[in-house]
T-cell receptor
Framework: EAQVTQNPRYLITVTGKKLTVTCSQNMNHEYMSWYRQDPGLGLRQIYYSMNVEVTDKGDVPEGYKVSRKEKRNFPLILESPSPNQTSLYFC????????????FGQGTRLTVV | LAKTTQPISMDSYEGQEVNITCSHNNIATNDYITWYQQFPSQGPRFIIQGYKTKVTNEVASLFIPADRKSSTLSLPRVSLSDTAVYYCLVGDRVNNNDMRFGAGTRLTVKP
């Protein structure tokens, strides 16, 4: 079954404690991206990756890092989380960006206290 | 990247046909139009995509006029479970490096 898997689904952490949210896809897609969704602000793109070792900033990259060492995995790293990073996070993958069908993960609800 | 404009919200009743229009005046020659559906706390789900005229699948129809400056997502006979946010995206298959979502249209289906 074609899917994008994020882990964990829920996470509560403290300010400053490094964390990683994993994202894996089984469709051999080249394009992967991360979004955060906050009430009233919609889906905002954090980072995207066109292929292995190719990543670029989206609209709200501050405070986040990503890596793309393998095609299937695209982890989101928060080196020093802060309360304003409390949000619902989605990972997505598609064959190519924009004009191809994108598949989204189940979401990770992160709370930073 | 062509900007899209959609109504913020729409209401409908069960069994009605719902049409959501998206305006994309600056659409480029190579751009495709894609619609996604999102339920609360879930990731968006692809509904339909088209380039021109009409596209239909088991879920919806997409109508695109000749000038392609707008598109209309048509949901036949909606049910309560169609209550969701619907997003219209425009982009090409060659040059786009990102996939940005607008505010979307919040559809509420009432009994």
């Amino acid at each position: 079954e074609a899917q994008v898997t994020q882990n964990p689904r829920y996470l509560i952490t403290v300010t400053g404690k490094k964390l990683t949210v994993t994202c894996s896809q089984n469709m051999n897609h080249e394009y992967m991206s991360w979004y955060r969704q906050d009430p009233g602000l919609g889906l905002r793109q954090i980072y995207y990756s066109m292929n292995v070792e190719v990543t670029d900033k989206g609209d709200v990259p501050e405070g986040y890092k990503v890596s793309r060492k393998e095609k299937r995995n695209f982890p989101l790293i928060l080196e020093s989380p802060s309360p304003n990073q409390t949000s619902l996070y989605f990972c997505a993958s598609s064959l190519k960006p924009a004009a191809y069908e994108a598949f989204f993960g189940q979401g990770t609800r992160l709370t930073v206290v | 990247l062509a900007k899209t404009t959609q109504p913020i919200s729409m209401d409908s009743y069960e069994g009605q046909e719902v049409n959501i229009t998206c305006s994309h005046n600056n659409i480029a020659t190579n751009d495709y139009i894609t619609w996604y559906q999102q339920f609360p706390s879930q990731g968006p789900r692809f509904i339909i995509q088209g380039y021109k005229t009409k596209v239909t699948n088991e879920v919806a129809s997409l109508f695109i006029p000749a000038d392609r400056k707008s598109s209309t997502l048509s949901l036949p006979r909606v049910s309560l479970s169609d209550t969701a946010v619907y997003y219209c995206l425009v982009g090409d298959r060659v040059n786009n490096n990102d996939m940005r979502f607008g505010a979307g249209t919040r559809l509420t289906v009432k009994p």
